[in-house]
């Protein structure tokens, strides 16, 4: 059965940091791998997506990479932001089709100090 | 263009207690999911739907229900509240693209039974 884990569940940065956030999945029969946002009370925001094929993908200050043999992910967050504070969730589609059923992680909590 | 709409935002039930969360997309898309976050934790899938007519059981489908009647609507039905259904609910959507499946949430419908 596929696990997702996040490590760790909350990280504080002064602003400015680079920061990298770390993404394990159990079984590397992958279909992609997505990185979200959550604010509080709100819903999620899709980030990032990697298909399976690819090994990274970049937004901005965001860059999320993919290996998919070790079953690791992270996102590289540069010049971190007051703004990027929010808690910060990967999900992957196992198996080899698009089934759009996305396994989650607990989430990273984030915390960007002025 | 409202994306996808949840109502209620906020419910308090009894033990026993019925109620639907209602779930609304305007970007006729086919795919459609419903997530429930319990704190601390990612989300996990109750039913999705790849189409009017059609659903099927995610990883924590019991105590719920949903139909597919049109492409727009999901509604999901809670029919006797257990103490165990406290959550955030989200629901979601995704347009059928081969190779890439992004997800657009809604703001989440926060449940509490007494």
Not at chain 2, 60 to 85: C, H, K, M
């Amino acid at each position: 059965k596929q696990e997702v884990t996040q490590i760790p569940a909350a990280l504080s940065v002064p602003e400015g940091e680079n920061l990298v956030l770390n993404c394990s999945f159990t079984d590397s029969a992958i279909y992609n791998l997505q990185w979200f946002r959550q604010d509080p009370g709100k819903g999620l925001t899709s980030l990032l997506l990697i298909q399976s094929s690819q090994r990274e993908q970049t937004s901005g200050r965001l860059n999320a990479s993919l290996d998919k043999s070790s079953g690791r992910s992270t996102l590289y967050i540069a010049a971190s932001q007051p703004g990027d504070s929010a808690t910060y969730l990967c999900a992957v589609i196992a198996g080899s089709s698009n089934t759009g059923k996305l396994i989650f992680g607990q989430g990273t909590t984030l915390q960007v100090k002025p | 263009n409202a994306g996808v709409t949840q109502t209620p935002k906020f419910r308090i039930l009894k033990i026993g207690q019925s109620m639907t969360l209602q779930c609304t997309q305007d970007m006729n898309h086919n795919y459609m999911y419903w997530y429930r976050q319990d704190p601390g934790m990612g989300l996990k899938l109750i039913y999705y739907s790849v189409g009017a007519g059609i659903t099927d059981k995610g990883e924590v489908p019991n105590g719920y229900n949903v139909s597919r009647s049109t492409t727009e609507d999901f509604p999901l039905r809670l029919e006797l509240a257990a103490p165990s259904q406290t959550s955030v609910y989200f629901c979601a959507s995704s347009p059928t693209i081969s190779g890439a499946n992004v997800l657009t949430f809604g703001a989440g419908s926060r449940l509490t039974v007494l």
